[in-house]
């Protein structure tokens, strides 16, 4: 009947002509942008009766907001929000999905830079993502291996839920505490994680692939957080059982910041800042040099594997 998958058509045919602005109405209020929304109001003008479906509408959204690019089936967002539509499909029926896209896995991102994501479901900043924009690694407590990193983190919204006694505290208080972090680091698929994720099961624990700790769990049917946020799918880091580190960028790393290599560890796109133990070793090692030239100028020879100390 010409109501949606015709109106979706002319509208992303009118997004890619890309005009700076368009009349609406009435015809002396102010220019509008051309958006999914507005483009709908335009058409409107001549066929009251257009109304796409939610889902095109989010893929019209998605398109605008990458640019209106020729081929938008090769872009990293669109892949990302393929596989989350095939994991609530399979969800839905109650089993994993068939393929899981691994964001760190070259050959399915292509190489291209992977940046912040936020979670399909939720938007708003997450201290986890946007903490003073800097770029954290997630790595396993026991054994200290790269488990995660920002960009591969998935953001979300604490729900709000306040009490009575809260809202009082609130009001008595013009400077209430922050809410604690959640208890779980929700993060993308990772290359590590595909010996259980590739098992079919729609949850279960993951475990650190070099010292095999307890490190997570995940849940394709989705997980409640602390903060009272639901999250589909979940796969998640126990914060309990993982240390976060600074990362800073190199020269010449893209906007994208640190990120994991294929076997998980850290890549060439960033490198952990440790300066205290650095700055620490290279104090001691200055000691020990001036200790030995001492005992050079009195004439006197120590074995190279003779600690001498201070002196």
Same mark, same amino acid.
């Given at each position: 009947?010409?109501?949606?998958?015709?109106?979706?058509?002319?509208?992303?045919?009118?997004?890619?002509?890309?005009?700076? !602005?368009?009349?609406?109405?009435?015809?002396?209020?102010?220019?509008?942008?051309?958006?999914?929304?507005?483009?709908?109001s335009? *058409?409107?003008?001549?066929?009251?009766?257009?109304?796409?479906?939610?889902?095109?509408?989010?893929? =019209? #959204?998605?398109?605008?907001? $990458?640019?209106?690019?020729?081929?938008?089936?090769? @872009?990293?967002a669109?892949?990302?929000?393929?596989? %989350?539509?095939?994991?609530?499909?399979?969800?839905?029926i109650?089993?994993?999905? #068939?393929?899981?896209?691994?964001e %760190?896995?070259? #050959?399915?991102?292509?190489?291209?830079? *992977?940046?912040?994501?936020?979670? /399909?479901? /939720?938007?708003?900043?997450?201290?986890?993502?946007?903490?003073?924009?800097?770029?954290?690694?997630?790595?396993?407590?026991?054994?200290?291996?790269?488990?995660?990193?920002?960009?591969?983190?998935?953001?979300?919204?604490?729900?709000?839920?306040? @009490?009575? $006694?809260?809202?009082?505290?609130?009001?008595?208080?013009?400077?209430? /505490?922050p809410?604690?972090?959640?208890?779980? *680091?929700?993060?993308?698929?990772l290359? &590590?994680?595909?010996?259980?994720?590739?098992?079919?099961?729609l949850?279960?624990? $993951?475990?650190?692939p070099?010292?095999?700790?307890?490190?997570g769990?995940?849940? &394709?049917?989705? $997980? !409640?957080?602390?903060?009272?946020?639901?999250?589909?799918?979940?796969?998640t880091?126990?914060?309990?059982?993982?240390? #976060?580190?600074?990362?800073?960028?190199?020269?010449?790393?893209?906007s994208?910041?640190a990120?994991?290599?294929?076997?998980? /560890?850290?890549s060439?796109?960033?490198?952990?800042?440790?300066?205290?133990?650095? %700055? @620490?070793l290279?104090?001691t090692?200055?000691?020990?040099?001036?200790?030995?030239?001492?005992?050079?100028? =009195?004439? *006197?020879?120590?074995?190279?594997?003779?600690?001498?100390?201070?002196?």
């Amino acid at each position: 009947m010409g109501k949606s998958r015709s109106t979706t058509l002319i509208i992303s045919y009118l997004l890619t002509q890309r005009p700076p !602005k368009i009349l609406s109405l009435p015809p002396n209020s102010p220019p509008l942008p051309l958006t999914p929304t507005t483009a709908i109001s335009l *058409i409107r003008q001549s066929r009251p009766m257009v109304e796409p479906n939610p889902g095109f509408m989010q893929q =019209l #959204e998605l398109y605008y907001s $990458l640019g209106c690019p020729a081929d938008v089936t090769s @872009t990293q967002a669109y892949k990302r929000w393929r596989f %989350d539509q095939e994991v609530r499909e399979s969800v839905a029926i109650g089993r994993a999905p #068939e393929q899981v896209r691994f964001e %760190d896995d070259n #050959e399915s991102n292509g190489g291209v830079e *992977i940046t912040p994501q936020e979670h /399909s479901s /939720s938007s708003g900043p997450d201290h986890d993502v946007q903490k003073s924009k800097r770029h954290f690694e997630y790595r396993c407590r026991k054994c200290r291996h790269s488990l995660s990193a920002t960009p591969y983190l998935v953001s979300h919204t604490p729900k709000p839920n306040p @009490t009575p $006694l809260t809202q009082a505290s609130n009001t008595s208080n013009a400077n209430p /505490s922050p809410p604690p972090p959640c208890a779980h *680091i929700y993060t993308q698929p990772l290359l &590590w994680m595909k010996p259980e994720l590739s098992k079919g099961n729609l949850n279960g624990r $993951l475990n650190c692939p070099k010292c095999n700790t307890n490190v997570g769990k995940y849940a &394709w049917q989705g $997980l !409640k957080c602390s903060c009272g946020a639901w999250m589909v799918p979940a796969i998640t880091l126990a914060r309990t059982r993982v240390d #976060e580190v600074a990362m800073t960028r190199r020269e010449g790393a893209g906007s994208g910041g640190a990120g994991l290599a294929r076997n998980g /560890s850290s890549s060439d796109v960033g490198h952990v800042h440790e300066q205290e133990k650095g %700055d @620490t070793l290279k104090q001691t090692n200055d000691e020990l040099a001036r200790s030995r030239e001492r005992l050079r100028n =009195l004439g *006197i020879r120590m074995p190279p594997n003779v600690n001498v100390g201070k002196m």
